[in-house]
């Protein structure tokens, strides 16, 4: 078992920026890799960046791509999303998860990001 706690959600202006934080503990040693996912009122939950655990290859969503960036220390065991010029629609629940295989499966609480116009 993987357990995830999210934090750095918050209340921020429309071009301003925020860093999420995700930090693993449990099993870390099983990690392969991390994502972010996010999910607005009403919508389902979407992918937003990924990154592979020893690697550091990362992948993005094309609607963020540019303006968020997804790290990780591995000696902290600890994700990070840090996310530039946000807009509106980037409003929702960010959520982390990590996979050992293929599948993402385990998950955080989420935390609230709100971009205010």
């Known amino acids: 078992q993987v357990q995830l706690v999210e934090s750095g959600g918050r209340v921020v202006q429309a071009g301003g920026s925020l860093r999420l934080s995700c930090a693993a503990s449990?099993?870390?040693?099983?990690?392969?890799?991390m994502g972010w996912f996010r999910q607005a009122p009403g919508k389902e939950r979407e992918y937003v960046a990924g990154?592979?655990?020893?690697?550091?290859?990362?992948y993005y969503a094309e609607s963020v791509k540019g303006r968020f960036t997804i790290s990780r220390d591995n000696a902290k065991n600890t994700g990070y999303l840090q996310m530039n010029n946000l807009k509106p629609e980037d409003t929702a629940v960010y959520y982390c998860?990590?996979?050992?295989?293929?599948?993402?499966?385990?998950w955080g609480q989420g935390t609230q990001v709100t971009v205010s116009s």
């Open positions: 998860s990590v996979r050992s295989g293929i599948l993402y499966a385990y």
């Open positions: 449990g099993r870390t040693a099983s990690i392969a890799g």
């Open positions: 990154i592979n655990w020893t690697g550091g290859s990362t």
